[in-house]
T-cell receptor, first 114, second 112 residues
Framework: DAGVIQSPRHEVTEMGQEVTLRCKPI?????LFWYRQTMMRGLELLIY????????DSGMPEDRFSAKMPNASFSTLKIQPSEPRDSAVYFC????????????FGQGTRLTVV | DQQVKQNSPSLSVQEGRISILNCDYT??????FLWYKKYPAEGPTFLIS?????DKNEDGRFTVFLNKSAKHLSLHIVPSQPGDSAVYFC???????????FGKGTRLHILP
């Protein structure tokens, strides 16, 4: 398996524009997580899915953020409209069904909003 | 409020010596702890974990110690090697709650 695949690797956009980040989890993994990494807050959990269903979105910072998982092999994180403070590295991760197993991370998308 | 705290943003250690990275947590319900390693421009990768029923887990040069009464865990790397230079994240989870909560990370520099 190629691991968790995220696209794009880098995204530069202007304030006010819509941004969509994409993730393909590892095949067979039932859990998918979206994290955001910043210097100030480290790795923050934004939202996670189990079997394509959103379970906990309490980490989503504002209504401008939304995430979907239309099927087991694809998820998106959308920011609309984007703001400069959204600049960060966004990671997608997936894990197996069993409890207490480690999550496997993608390489991340570095988002810069100017 | 941070449930998983890594109070040292960075640490420098001489090559060949022991590196000790510390982590504190506030949620007594946490029962599984993990350490991840992250190189620049890459995603975090799993390094080692420990269940709350244990107080030590060892894997080669890496050992994690858990002190439940103090709500403290540490990662020991011995001997430290240049390739160990990276950011290390401490993480924790609760049985029945599948999300993994991460600390802010500690940047480890191994000096030649």
């Amino acid at each position: 398996d190629a691991g968790v695949i995220q696209s794009p690797r880098h995204e530069v956009t202007e304030m006010g524009q819509e941004v969509t980040l994409r993730c393909k989890p590892i095949s067979g993994h039932d859990y998918l997580f979206w994290y955001r990494q910043t210097m100030m807050r480290g790795l923050e959990l934004l939202i996670y899915f189990n079997n394509n269903v959103p379970i906990d979105d309490s980490g989503m910072p504002e209504d401008r953020f939304s995430a979907k998982m239309p099927n087991a092999s694809f998820s998106t994180l959308k920011i609309q409209p984007s703001e400069p403070r959204d600049s960060a590295v966004y990671f997608c991760a997936s894990s197996l069904t069993q409890l207490n197993t480690e999550a496997f991370f993608g390489q991340g998308t570095r988002l810069t909003v100017v | 409020d941070q449930q998983v705290k890594q109070n040292s943003p960075s640490l420098s250690v001489q090559e060949g010596r022991i590196s000790i990275l510390n982590c504190d947590y506030t949620n007594s319900m946490f029962d599984y702890f993990l350490w991840y390693k992250k190189y620049p421009a890459e995603g975090p990768t799993f390094l080692i974990s420990i269940s709350s029923i244990k107080d030590k887990n060892e894997d080669g040069r890496f050992t994690v110690f858990l002190n439940k009464s103090a709500k403290h865990l540490s990662l020991h790397i011995v001997p430290s090697q240049p390739g160990d230079s990276a950011v290390y994240f401490c993480a924790a989870s609760v049985v029945g709650d599948d999300k993994i909560i991460f600390g802010k990370g500690t940047r480890l520099h191994i000096l030649p």
